[in-house]
């Protein structure tokens, strides 16, 4: 099947994009929606970042496209949320997603893997908590740690152990396994500028790592929420 024009979901990415008055917001999501070939609009923001006013205009624009709102959840556990100065909390996550919910907005959350001081056990907790919130999407993140930001400057001064790359790929193939079937995985891995990333420098060879994790689901002969009923039985402990 050929089609005449690409098609194209419009990412609102950067920070955080419902921090705006309402009006300017659905000014903004209505001109990106209307470009030709734009058949949906991925908004990426914070779960404390959605005042009724901004809803309304949400809920306006999933009329005219398809629409997903990117939540940051990162963890679900509240001493990670404070070393890395989130600012908000799983409660916040919650409200979010039963407001979304109320208004048949689909919703992708964000993880990361890797945090300082979480174990597996503590990544694996923040994955079954997602599978348990019936979410639409999610987006699995790896630590990167950056130049010239906080989080560099202290892993410069004082280095945290930082995932390795088999680690990574078998934390995934296991948050696959738990996952909804039709949740819809975004993202498996991201990847950073090359000048600005510290570690894990093993990250930058994006292509290694995804067929590494395909790899590691064929050799383990499992799928994606092959183990979802079982993950629902009993809800994660958080700290």
């Not at 050929?2 to 209505?30: C, G």
């Not at 689909?106 to 694996?124: F, N, Y």
């Not at 019936?134 to 010239?148: C, E, Q």
């Amino acid at each position: 099947m050929h089609f005449k024009w690409p098609k194209y979901i419009a990412y609102f990415q950067a920070f955080s994009n419902t921090y705006d008055h309402p009006q300017r917001l659905r000014d903004l999501y209505l001109q990106a929606a209307a470009q030709p070939g734009v058949v949906g609009l991925a908004i990426a923001t914070r779960p404390d970042c959605l005042p009724p006013e901004v809803i309304e205009v949400l809920d306006e624009v999933k009329c005219h496209t398809d629409l997903w709102v990117e939540l940051g959840l990162q963890t679900i556990h509240a001493a990670t949320a404070r070393a890395m100065n989130l600012r908000y909390e799983q409660a916040d996550f919650e409200n979010a997603v039963q407001i979304l919910g109320r208004h048949n907005i689909d919703i992708c959350a964000h993880i990361i893997l890797g945090l300082p001081g979480e174990s597996r056990e503590d990544m694996m907790a923040t994955a079954h908590y997602v599978a348990q919130c019936r979410l639409a999407g999610i987006k699995i993140h790896l630590l990167h740690v950056m130049k010239n930001t906080p989080l560099g400057i202290s892993y410069q001064e004082q280095p945290f152990r930082i995932l390795d790359q088999e680690e990574y790929v078998n934390l995934v193939a296991e948050i696959l396994e738990i996952l909804p079937p039709e949740m819809v995985v975004h993202r498996l891995t991201g990847d950073s500028p090359r000048h600005l990333l510290l570690v894990p420098q093993w990250s930058l060879h994006k292509r290694e790592v995804l067929n590494q994790i395909e790899r590691a689901l064929l050799e383990k002969e499992t799928w994606q929420g092959r183990l979802y009923s079982n993950s629902c039985r009993k809800g994660p402990e958080t700290n």
